[in-house]
């Protein structure tokens, strides 16, 4: 495994564990699930990995106890990630709800603890009050955002009146908006982007296609897996599975690689199985050539799915097909 090289109090890993799958049925993953889950985080120390990733809206609690149930052995060694969804992030709210998440994680202190999204109407003034005091009186160690744009997040830090270390963001080869100014701010002032889907949520495994599209709502949502773009995308898991071969190594474990190719970068791949797991861990490992790198950004851009307003009828017809 490798490490992030920043000042945090403990080691953060480059490839983290996203658990949003925990205890969310809308993943279609099962009653069984809930066992596995526990088996996929311990597996996960045993191979490094040292970055969890929660939020209180996940499974509405359940994830936040099942990872700090399975965790209970190592709180210790590892940085626990939470959120809060901001409906009025105001001060005193964001203190009740960071001692509700910490309740359910089973800790007495989080590591890392994010706001969700930005909330329109509530300045981060107000909410970064709240962070301060949970700092203060050491229930928080570190605070962080979730897609806000580098603006907010500067105006965040400015509000917090310290360094907010995190901006998690969706962050893949289909989605690399990120590059255009976080990942830089983030080298150039010491912080760090959190890749969020950064498989663009089983799509760059190359596992589906239009007859075999993946189950469950939440996916059936993402317009990345209609047919047509499925279709439309298999060039780019051409190359993903060329780039893989030449690493003895997976489609998936090369979409890994292209977003660790920048330092202050942890990703938070979920998992369906332990395998899975285990593969995104070694992943961590994969150097890209230059003109490996090169083939991934070019074929990451001659991908044109169908997206925005025009992908909802067709999300719409989708749906009621299957
Ligand atoms: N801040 C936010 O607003 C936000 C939003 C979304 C997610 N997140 C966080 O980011 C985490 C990851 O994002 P995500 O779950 O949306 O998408 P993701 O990590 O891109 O995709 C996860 C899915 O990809 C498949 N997969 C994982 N590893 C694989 C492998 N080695 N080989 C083949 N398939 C593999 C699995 O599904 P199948 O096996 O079923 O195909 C898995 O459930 C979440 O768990 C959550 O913690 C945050």
New binding site residues.
């Given amino acids: 495994m490798r490490y992030v090289r920043l000042d945090t109090a403990k080691p953060l890993s480059r490839i983290g564990l996203?658990?949003?799958?925990f205890g969310s049925r809308e993943?279609g993953y099962g009653p069984d699930y809930e066992r596995l889950a526990a088996t996929i985080v311990r597996r996960a120390v045993e191979l490094g990995v040292t970055f969890f990733?929660?939020?209180e809206i996940y499974g509405f609690g359940r994830s936040e106890r099942l990872l700090g149930a399975a965790l209970a052995a190592d709180r210790d060694k590892v940085a626990i990630a939470t959120?809060i969804l901001p409906v009025l992030p105001v001060a005193s709210v964001v203190q009740q709800r960071a001692v509700a998440s910490a309740a359910r994680l089973g800790v007495t202190g989080i590591d890392l603890y994010q706001v969700?999204?930005p909330n329109p109407a509530v300045s981060d003034h107000r909410t970064m009050r709240g962070m301060r005091a949970l700092q203060d009186v050491g229930l928080v160690a570190e605070v962080g955002v979730?897609?806000y744009s580098l603006r907010r997040w500067q105006v965040a830090e400015a509000a917090l009146g310290r360094r907010v270390l995190s901006n998690?963001v969706?962050y893949?080869m289909l989605d690399r908006k990120p590059e255009e100014d976080l990942l830089g701010y983030a080298e150039q002032a010491g912080r760090l982007v959190i890749a969020?889907?950064?498989?663009?949520?089983?799509f760059l495994?190359g596992?589906y296609d239009a007859n075999h599209p993946?189950v469950g709502a939440i996916r059936r949502a993402n317009p990345y897996f209609l047919p047509e773009n499925l279709e439309r995308g298999s060039a780019l898991i051409e190359t993903l599975r060329q780039v893989a071969a030449a690493h003895d190594a997976?489609p998936?474990?090369i979409a890994l690689a292209y977003v660790l190719r920048h330092p202050n970068v942890v990703a938070?791949?979920?998992?369906?199985?332990v395998e899975?797991l285990e593969?995104?861990a070694a992943a961590a490992e994969i150097d890209l050539t230059e003109d490996e790198y090169a083939a991934l950004v070019n074929a990451a851009r001659a991908f044109r799915p169908v997206t925005g307003l025009a992908a909802v009828p067709r999300l719409i017809r989708s749906r009621t097909r299957g």
């Fill in positions: 996203g658990t949003w799958q993943w990733d929660t939020a959120k969700h999204k979730s897609s998690q969706r893949s969020y889907s950064p498989l663009a949520q089983g495994s596992r993946p997976t998936s474990q938070i791949p979920g998992a369906s199985s899975q593969r995104n």
